[in-house]
């Protein structure tokens, strides 16, 4: 089967997402192939065909692809251009999927979505703009299975006909859907930016994975409203009652929509978590997926057919593709059907895709299509044909909101050959002798005639090597650290925190590499391990811009650094270490240093003077926060109340409560400062310019 830069294309397209984010579903189907639509442009008149062939060929000389720069041109040759997307076909398969949501949801579109039409545009830079507006609902009408409905059931049973009609207003929904895709970016390289942006009346923007938290939080304040009309409409003596059965029936349509998050939560924890995956071909990727699916419970709403040939040419797909090309490509220059698509993501093998933080990236092989002419090119320039196959790598970058992306195709031919080389070398013979006899008629005479002949000999040896024309490339799969660190005490004046909670950072890299064993490409993993230590810092923060006054527990996790980089580990989560920030005096934990901080370091004093006992036995603050005199908060409190540190240098921010010295001084010292910060003339003066002029 012929192959090219296209097919590559689709397979990247196709799938990768097929794998990972159930592709080609109705979700996405809207920008999918509009995309496609517009990605294969409409030629000007005298234009050529456009054909999987023409678009992916690579000349036999070439090993690098220029679709990008194929598709540029194609881009400037049809001009700016604009239209409309038809929504229904879409709106159909939402409705189908939704099942007994499905009237509510029809209803829904077809009155906030489908009036308001989508478009899509292509810039004179090339540009491809697609746009859709969501108006703001009222979120009534008797429909099953909604908030509304819900609530008119409600009145209808308990004698509260004006819950037929809430007033929804407050939840604010409407907005516009923006998605740009940066092809002006082909002239320079094979990567096209992409982003998302659904932006609010209000003038707020979210990215795409902010969207599911964001309906999950609007229902909940759907079902408050509900609940205060309910309280306001129904007698006093049945409101609990139709209240609780409102909620219950609330919580479905929320969990419904937890459920969704989840699923989406669940696809990008996976490249968080990185991991590395091959297959032999795209049939056993989809079944992977299928699996996935099952074992999550998803296969209620989704499950995949088992070849992209069905997928792409499954009445859904194929008749959108169908009409987003009849829309878009009016002079029918795009000779690419689905089946062509779908054909040419099944025949890719040898598939590996990888997902780390913030990308997946995803490659395979395909048979060369011009192997003929590149085989006569190798001769031609005297060398042995050995073999030729295409590899594709697509990758796809993304921040956390999935706002911003991109994608990058790169298409390239792997070329294998031998080398042949020539030598010629001449060596001298042994001595010939001749014995030569000649006759006359008069006279016999015999002549003997010895002759030296020196013979020139020529040998040729031939030796071969093998030479792939290609780069091979390494790529890192996943980057995380180990680290070994400890808790620390700070006050809410410092400046900064301390390195020393740190003990141990070891960073991982673990990678991917390209490598050719007999004369076929193939994938190895490797992992390399570095220690970072002493590059790790903690960014910008530190406990005086940490501390928030009225905090319960003290606690903070601070995010650690290394070389301008949140470091996070193995799965994905920022590496963060625990810092308890208080006020300098506050014994008694409640963010003040005062009176009753002073009484109790007496308190404490005399405790362990009067009767001999230990800091072990005796509690030092009356906190609710400490269990017992060795909690780690009675520790923290010490570390507070210690103002004048009188155990000789300066304690270490890491000492036990023992170590510590809590006297008469100290709550001296501390009643000093209370004075102080309750006067009117230091109420220009902050906390910690005062604790200089108490204790120098």
Known sequence: MKNSLFKRAVAVAASLPLALTQCLTYANAVTSDAVQGTAKIVQAEGAEDITIESILKIEKDKTVSEWNSTVSAALTEAGAKSGSIDLTPYVNKLVEKAKSYGPALKAALDKYVVPNGATYEIKDNHDIILKAKLSQPDFNGNYKNTFGGLLADIGKKYGAPSLDYVDFSAVKVAGDLTITIKASQLDAGTEV????????????????????????????????????????????????????????????????????????????????????????????????????????????????????????????VSNAYAKALADIDTKGRVKITAEQIGAAVDSVTDIM???????????????????????????????????????????????????????????????????????????????????????????????????????????????????????????????????????AFYLNTEDEFDKDQITEVIEHTVYVEDVVKNDKLDIIEGETVKDITADVNFGSATPSNTYKKGTEKFEYQIPVYANGTALKDADGEPVVVTAYIGVKGDVSLDSEANAVDASQALHYYAELSSNGQTPKDVQLSSSSLV???????????????????????????????????????????????????????YASKSDKEIWEEVRP
Request: glycine letters at 4%; hydrophobic letters at 35%.
């Open 193 to 316: 930016p992409v982003t998302f942006e659904y932006k609010t009346e209000s003038g707020k923007t979210y990215g795409l994975a902010e969207i599911p938290a964001i309906v999950e939080a609007k229902a909940k304040q759907l079902k408050a409203i509900g609940d205060a009309a309910i309280d306001k409409q129904v007698p006093a003596d049945k409101a609990a009652e139709a209240k609780a059965e409102f909620d219950e029936n609330a919580d479905k349509i929320i969990n419904k929509i937890i459920e969704a998050e989840k699923y989406f939560q669940d696809v990008l924890n996976r490249f968080k978590k990185g991991e590395v995956n091959t297959a032999d071909n795209a049939a056993e990727v989809i079944a992977r997926a299928n699996s996935k699916l099952a074992k999550k419970g998803y296969d209620k709403y989704i499950k995949l057919a088992d070849t992209a040939t069905k997928i792409a040419t499954s009445d859904f």
């Open 353 to 487: 895709y990888q997902l780390s933080p913030g990308q997946g990236i995803f490659s395979g092989h395909l048979p060369d299509a011009e192997q003929a002419e590149v085989k006569a090119w190798v001769e031609e320039q005297g060398n042995v044909f050995v073999d030729s196959f295409k590899k594709i790598t697509a990758k796809v970058t993304f921040d956390d909101k999935l706002a911003n992306g991109a994608v990058d195709l790169q298409i390239e031919r792997v070329l294998v050959t031998e080398t042949t080389s020539t030598t010629t070398s001449t060596t001298t013979s042994t001595t010939t002798s001749t014995d030569t006899t000649t006759t006359t008629t008069s006279t016999d005479t015999t002549t003997s005639t010895t002759t030296d002949t020196t013979t020139t000999s020529t040998s040729t040896s031939t030796s071969t090597s093998t030479t792939t024309l290609p780069t091979l490339t390494t790529s890192v799969v996943k980057s995380y650290v180990e680290v070994k660190s400890v808790s």
């Open 627 to 681: 269990a017992s005199p060795e909690d780690m908060y009675d520790a923290f409190a010490a570390f507070l109340g210690d103002v004048c540190q009188l155990s000789g240098e300066k304690v270490s921010r890491f000492a036990t409560k023992s170590e510590r010295v809590i006297n008469a001084v100290d709550a001296s010292d501390i009643l000093a400062y209370y004075a102080r910060r309750s006067s009117e003339d």
